[in-house]
């Protein structure tokens, strides 16, 4: 069993993207891989369960759970912190399980987790009645909440910056879901920073970050906007043009993506390369590739 200690901050490449398309457009890329973070407990996962595991450490529980769907990138890397940690896991899985498992739920229940499905209706609600019942059911636990989004997970993204606090870049961009990662880099950044919103809902997630910056107490250290136009259809929603874009990222620059999060933000960055002036002259972007790579088996890439 691994210590605490271990917990330390991974050092993390700043990867140059050399592409004659964005240099065309006077744009200079790279990506923070946080992809690299850890081999199990992938990208932000890492960054939001650290203060997560330590608080339920000071609390004195031993069992931590939370929540998430079939293929759930955040599941996926608690089931490997809590086995690398010594916490029981369990993860309440939305939904019907799969018979059999898939890859990502096998390898959760490999590594520990015990899953309990509920159903869809109940799930959404995630309300006291049905925290009671999982108390009952399941003894004492620490409570993650889905995806890592409470204010113990920003904190732990608060450290992402960093990680390029000493290189020069004109802009952050990161993909976003719930806006946990969002709210946290974006309370230490000196840069100033461009999210893509990787669900539908237009203007839902400015809104949603401004409220978790309120909740959490943590205002932005930088200037931040958010892109809502690159969802492609919604959550975990993927089209042809997407996967194309994906797979000729991939092959001409050896960085591997996925296409709920960071195939969005790129080709978000792309598509608005051809737009003129939306970024500065000779912008230098640094992309924070946010890991999840596990979650791109559930498509058929």
């Known amino acids: 069993m691994a210590e605490f200690a271990d ?6 490449p700043i990867q140059v993207v050399n592409d004659p398309d964005l240099e065309e457009a006077g744009i200079s890329l790279s990506m923070l891989r946080l992809d690299l973070a850890h081999p199990l407990i992938s990208g932000n996962k890492w960054f939001k369960l650290k203060h997560n595991l330590l608080q339920a450490r000071r609390e004195g529980q031993s069992t931590l759970l939370s929540f998430g769907g079939a293929w ?7 089931a490997a912190a809590g086995n690398l ?18 890859l990502c739920l096998q390898e959760a229940v490999d590594a520990g987790m015990h899953l309990y499905a509920v159903p869809r209706s109940s799930y959404r609600a995630k ?27 920003a904190l732990g993204c608060a450290e992402i910056p960093s990680l390029y606090v000493h290189k020069r870049f004109d802009l952050v961009t990161l993909a976003c879901g719930t806006g946990t990662t969002f709210v946290g880099v974006a309370s230490t950044s000196s840069l100033p920073i461009l999210g893509f919103q990787v669900l539908r809902g237009q203007g839902y997630l400015s809104r949603e970050v401004a409220n978790l910056q309120a909740q959490f107490d943590l205002s932005a250290n930088c200037d931040w906007r958010m892109n809502d136009q690159f969802h492609f259809g919604g959550y975990a929603k993927a089209d042809s043009e997407l996967l194309s874009f994906l797979t000729k990222f991939e092959s001409r620059h050896g960085i591997p993506l996925e296409p709920v999060y960071s195939a969005k933000m ?16 000779n912008c230098s972007i640094l992309a924070i590739h946010g890991g999840g790579l596990q979650g791109r088996r559930g498509f058929k890439i």
């Open 7 to 12: 917990f330390t901050l991974p050092n993390i």
């Open 72 to 78: 759930s990138n955040h599941l996926h890397a608690l």
């Open 85 to 102: 940690y010594g916490f029981s896991t369990i993860g309440v899985i939305r939904g019907e399980l799969p018979d059999p498992l898939n």
């Open 127 to 153: 309300d006291t009645e049905m925290l009671a019942e999982l108390n009952t059911r399941f003894g004492s636990f620490y409570l993650i909440p889905e995806g890592g989004a409470n204010r113990q997970g």
């Open 266 to 281: 790129l080709y978000g960055i792309y598509a608005l390369s051809k737009k003129r002036d939306f970024f500065p002259q």
